[in-house]
């Protein structure tokens, strides 16, 4: 008998013991998903596009860094988002092609769905939220938009806008205006009045929308920060309304820094819910459709610049910050190795280089055109400002490639030829030939670009856009969900996991 009393109160016991058990892990789990928004949600998100910057481009920075700061030995010099420490490949292709836009390749990161190309977050008659439009809404985070290009060109406009056609430059504007983010900054309005010139200023209708709209350099003025919403606008703007490429202007290595050191100032102000803020580096892309290598590498180093800034915020805020690195996709075919100079690299030789191709052409080509410059002289400007010659005794000055060889001479010279007679053109309007070697792009700067690029060790096979994967890097709250190999839709989808949307 007192054996089975002891039996009974030993399966009480257990029972008791079971349902404590069981109560504690409730009252943990609770406290856990309750507390979730403090202490488990990256509360500060940095997302940083290099638009068109692929592993090549990346890696080419890097040894080009090494090159200079080494020059008698092989040590790569790293970028500061090259120490992060997770690291991830993201595929990009979209509804229609393997080879992406930046519509549909940016719209797959913000809304992480698949695009068709040219269109921005919309596919199928239907358009998405995006990542930056629900931390806004349903987490009232403040969200901010940067970009070295047009505020309301496509890769910003992919974390606002719904559009069927990127080309839809002032519609995206109106879509800026509703989104009623707090802080945009970067290049001017594309398409500011419209596509017949009709319609009302854009930066007239972002005033009545109740923004602050300065026009700045690289100084901080953000004297009301926090109490309004905010759009910089570069001072310094191109032809078409971007920021001025670094190699033209060196003071722009610091513009997208600056931007985002204003951002956090403005985002961060008397405001605990957190921010979400995308930085674009637009203008790689631009020099990668051009071939225009080093003129990729300062872009670069520029949109690192800005990322070092955002580390800066990471290290007085660990637990709370996310900082990711990624492209939309890669441009160029850039290619680390050229048949000519062997398994070396002369990655020096591109510090020749004095101006990019646009303002080569702006300022030379559209002149030589106008009055029929001779050859022989044209060869004096592209010694001084590109560092290749046909004088062999200039070599130790300028490296020990940058004499010209008699095919490289030949081909330069037929290239100028066609610049002088035809110029640029449209791609119907060329032979296959014609635009596999220079595409939409000017002749003569695209053959001079080639030879240095060629005699650096370098070779880009396209003047558009390739398939490749590209890498995604990461530090802070959740880095680890960003490790491995995933679609460009899971960006968005990890997150959207991270911040419990």
């Known amino acids: 008998m007192l054996g089975g009393l002891d039996f009974v109160m030993s399966n009480q016991l257990k029972r008791v013991i079971v ?28 997302l940083f596009i290099g638009d068109g910057m692929g592993s090549a481009q990346i890696q080419m920075v890097s040894d080009y860094l090494g090159t200079i700061e080494h020059p008698d030995t092989i040590k790569p010099e790293k970028l500061s988002f090259l120490k992060f420490p997770s690291t991830g490949l993201a595929t990009n292709y979209d509804m229609m092609s393997y080879i992406p836009d ?22 199928k008659d239907k358009t998405f939220q995006t990542i ?3 931390l806004y809404q349903k987490k009232h985070y403040k969200v901010g938009i940067i970009s070295s290009v047009n505020i309301n060109h496509t890769t910003p406009a992919d974390f606002y806008a719904h559009q069927v056609s990127r080309k839809n430059d002032y519609d995206i504007g109106i879509e800026l205006i509703k989104s009623q983010f707090d802080f945009f900054a970067g290049g001017g309005f594309r398409g500011e009045y419209g596509i017949d010139g009709t319609k009302e200023s854009l930066n007239q209708l972002v005033k009545k929308a109740g923004y602050s709209v300065y026009e700045v350099g690289n100084e901080s003025i953000c004297k009301d920060r926090g109490k309004r919403k905010q759009i910089l606008l570069s001072k310094k703007q191109d032809s078409q309304g971007a920021l001025p490429y670094i190699m033209d202007d060196k003071e722009q290595l610091g513009a997208l820094k600056g931007f ?9 102000t008397n405001h605990e819910q957190g921010f979400f803020l995308m930085v674009e580096g637009g203008k790689i892309d631009w020099a990668c459709h051009q071939n225009d290598t080093a003129t990729c590498i300062q872009e670069i180093l520029g949109l690192n610049e800005a990322v070092e800034e955002a580390v800066q915020f990471y290290n007085k805020h660990k637990k709370e910050t996310l900082i990711l690195v990624t492209a939309d996709h890669e441009t160029g075919g850039l290619s680390l190795g050229y048949s000519a100079t062997g398994y070396s690299l002369y990655l020096e030789h591109l510090n020749n280089q004095k101006i990019s191709y646009e303002q080569f ?24 400002l590109f560092g290749i ?40 309007h060329m032979t296959e030939k014609e635009y596999t070697m220079h595409g939409k792009n000017d002749p003569f700067i695209s053959q001079i670009l080639r030879i240095l690029a060629n005699k650096s060790g370098v070779n880009w096979s396209t003047n558009g856009h390739s398939g490749v994967c590209v890498p995604v890097f990461a530090i802070g709250n959740g880095q680890e969900l960003f490790d491995g190999y995933y679609d460009n839709t899971d960006i968005c989808k990890k997150l959207e996991k ?3 949307i």
Do not use: W
């Open 260 to 268: 985002v050191k204003q951002g956090i100032s403005c985002l961060k």
């Open 389 to 428: 010659t046909t004088n062999s005794n200039k070599q130790q000055e300028l490296g020990i490639h940058s004499v010209l060889t008699y095919s490289q001479l030949k081909a330069l010279e037929g290239a100028y030829i066609e610049t002088l007679q035809i110029g640029t053109q449209k791609q119907s």
């Open 498 to 500: 991270l911040t419990g």
């Open 361 to 384: 052409y702006n300022q030379y080509v559209t002149k030589y055109r106008k009055e029929n410059t001779d050859f022989q002289e044209v060869l004096s400007d592209v010694e001084e």
């Open 132 to 134: 930056a439009e629900k």
């Open 19 to 46: 349902s404590l058990i069981v109560i504690v892990a409730a009252i943990y789990t609770y406290h856990n998903v309750s507390n979730m928004a403090d202490d488990s949600y990256p509360k500060y998100i940095f």
């Open 102 to 123: 930046s519509a549909s390749s940016g719209s797959a990161i913000a809304s992480g769905k698949k695009i068709p190309t040219g269109s921005i977050n919309y596919a």
